[in-house]
């Protein structure tokens, strides 16, 4: 098991054409716009109230505290990688933060729907009640505010839940969370303050998972539990619909079916999967437990083969937001939540970091620039929660949602977006991302600085200044994408061929020296697997690590008109003045004739007739960013 | 405009290979089974308490009434048409009707969820709460029972409730229902009972949809209507979802969107439209209104050529079981419900007797074979109440519905299949669908007796006994269907040429002979109009009346993975013993190879092959009658 360490957001400015204007719309709007959001749907009025020692009236989702932690959490980063100091983003994070732990109790314990509607139900309800998700928020969003600031005001109020709660699991209450979310976080805040501990109950809280009976119970033992309505019609009949298959519970929905080492498939919630499966990864890297390692490999083969969308997507159905079985993948149907995406991501990071094998920093590239960027409008205040492959024009991103957990998972994943550019581990350093900035790399003979310029996602050319103030010895790594066929490198204008396992490695003594790589980034038409039935006789077409679409608005045609095959000639034109600067891919297609339809509705085949006419695809990111309209990723393959 | 007459189910008697097994089927178990539901719903339950006066509880919809009426209605078809009395079928309806009559109130009215729930109440939400609808099935069942039997009984109950509402409307009560059926019943009543004023009821209602503002006022208005429950969460709410459009009333869900003569389209759930459009036809062959059937043929149009499955289905959104927008037709999601297309055949019957087009036979005739006939199960006893075109394997028919109006109206159209078969007009006689058995049809010099044998729809051979005692002079026209290319007729062994309009005319004066007809009855593949894009890249296979399909149970492979192409030969075999006997089509297909994709979900285009095998093919109509499994009606077109 490797221990790669990420070189930390703190330590990393990012500079690129692609991604600075996302970070800024992120930090001055969409961070902005949640706060507001936070006083809007009444989350912060919880707080207040539950601080105030008022109840009754808990507004929103019962897990609405997540949002402010989300947000802190975002915030928190923001103030990390600041150019300078932002007193008024300062204050706001203080004023939230005092809210925070104002509304704490005594004993640590800190949950506003609880506090406000039933006190004395605390840990009746671990399926659906979320103290242990909304706490594991907390505690994320604690060690990054300690980061950023140094500060402890947050970390406290952390600590002394976490403490808490290893008073109370699992002596006084013995079971796993509904979601997952607590055991990563538990793992950070051993990190941040050294109490092995917190990776003792992270551990507790997987092991426990599938072994207990303790959420079946509950939902069979529903009276006297928080949430309960005697009417039946409450979170807890809600989750009986997920927990029940055929009458008989069925833990699959929370990943409780079976205990991890006899999961085989990939089940259940996506979100919860990925914050379960990254937590488990977390905790292998503690303890060192390559069995773990080895179970997460197991369900990361089964995901990534069978259950993935081409965009990084995952979780086909909107029912249960879960994924289905094998290859059920479907285009207007598909689910694939921004957050589970995110989730993803959180999971890959940690699985290359136990590893150093690249696919994973190939899935995180495909799924941040496809399935997780798609999730947030190009001015930065309006949200997918599902992300679908095709449309018939009436699906639109949304201000906000009743239960608002995909757009504070973007605010926090692009605010923290430095850490996944570079990991070290002794004198190794991993080149996983390519996006420009410079970032600060601490290797075991000393740091070197990396100032990163490129052209992706456009172009595939990339050059890596590294200045080493002490003539450091160190072995770089630059990931080959998946999308590459063909790579050249030189250092300090010699070329270089030295490629290994998914990487270009440079072993050398650093001084002041200049890589450039150009990855080749042609345009490839790719098909699913012939299991898949949305994909079948249809190919998608991608670019370097973009996935593209066609949207009725930038062609003359419905865009299930068009037909492409195996070798249609894609030219790709860069156009600043479209959709914030993208580069668009145009073709001439097959359309079908309308002559002789006239009237016709059905018509023999053999009378119809096709022609030529050109076709223009765009990134499938910058979808529904001006009128709706039809789009399809997916296109007819004659 | 013409004045065709059907000859009356009492005076044909079906004799044919692929009918007969199914009316029988209808007769001897669905019709039987469908009674054991009228007693298990409560339906009848109801009656009997309202008729003793009891009160409250209800049970099932609340037009659960029209289910007793269908069934009264389908059983005395078979009273009708059966070859020998049937004493225990004659007792069960006459108990029915004798409950029916027991129930209702001394003023004519009747209706038992008013009696039993809101009596005060009647007349009040005339959007949702279906007492015309209701009547009109009351009225629908008591005209077949009397034409059965000669009785009365059901008929004197009829008439009583049809004056009440005559006496109401619109002097105490002034506007439409929000489901039509009593405009269409009243012109039956009036054809039966010679009253007039039947029909000027019937045109009143036809009138005033459109025009005025009862509907929206219900709405608006919601306290001291039947069906109001003070927390919203009622009828009437769950109406205004239907009815609203962005805030604003928009009756488009029942056709009082605007009047008929403005109607472009047609529009909103599908069933009623069906229903309204035949008692307009009704209205028009009474009153001899040119302009009535003008605005039906313009909608028969748009519905056509722009809003129709390929079976015949239509309405195709599941949300309101409505027509959406022109060319929207999905596959997978097809609601389709079998109600509509039964609406369908009522409509088009009436402009084929209005018209002498054959288009509207046409029309018959492939939603006969497709869209209803799929509706129900080789067994007769489970049910589909939308009809998809595709299916993942998780869709099946059902025993029942809570809204169980599809299994009764199929029972009633099978019932009176005969009457569909000939139209008669003066001295001329239209043979309109091609099905065994024998008529006496009456015309203008003398009766003529038909009996017809037929191989359709497994092949395209129909011999046409003719015997006439008197030698009586009369044309005949035999329906050339849609889907034949090339008729071939004798007369007496000698070849006739004499096509006309979509009919091969044979004017004579006959005695004793036969005519033998051979309509090409090859396999075609059928292509969607271009704008339709669930059909784009696809093709249908159609052989005479029947669309085929593809079922995972037939073939080695998922039914997606096959493609065909407009040249595709398919050759029919007759297999006896599969499907209760249908005549399968197989072909070469092309198909992936599953070469070079272990372990990827995605792959370059151009590294991927195809490969042929065989692919198997049976009629639309007996998908899901073996184990569910993945269905196609649409096949990829490479």
Redesign the interface.
Known sequence: MRHMKPVEPTAVTIDDEFWSPRLETNRDVTIEYQYDQLESSGCLENFRRAAAGETGDFEGMWFADSDAYKWLEAASYVLATADEPDPELIGRVDDVINLVAAAQDDDGYLNTYFTLEEPDKRWTNLNTLHELYCAGHLIEAAVAHHRATGKTSLLDVATAFADHIDDVFPDEIDGAPGHQEIELALVKLARVTGEARYVDLAEYFIEIRGHDDRLEWELDNPEGLAGYDPDGDDMIEGARGVFWEDGEYDGTYAQAHAPLEEQEAVEGHAVRAMYFFAGVADVAAETGDEDLLAHLERLW?NM???R?Y?TGGIGSAHEGERFTEDY?LPNEMAYAETCAAIGSIFWNQRMLELTGDPKYADLIERTLYNGVLAGVSLDGTEFFYDNRLAS?GSHSRSGWFHCACCPPNVARLFASLGRYLYTVDGRDCYVNQYIGGTASVPLEKGNLTLTQETALPWEGDVTLEVTAPNQTTATLHLRIPEWCDDVSVTVNGETVSTADEGYVTLERTWDDDRISATFDHST??????????AT??R??ITRGPLVYCLETVDNDR?V??Y?I???TEFTPTHRSDLLEGVTILEADAT????EG?D????????E?KTRTEPVTAIPYYAWDNRDSC?MRVWI???
């Open positions: 083969e990534t083969t069978k993935l081409i059920d018939d490839t038409l790719v098909a699913g697997h012939p299991a898949v039935a079948a006789g190919l998608a419905p299930h008109q037909r095959d195996s070798t359309v079908p004739s309308l339809w009237g016709k509705l059905y018509r023999q085949a053999d119809t039809p007819d393959w004659p």
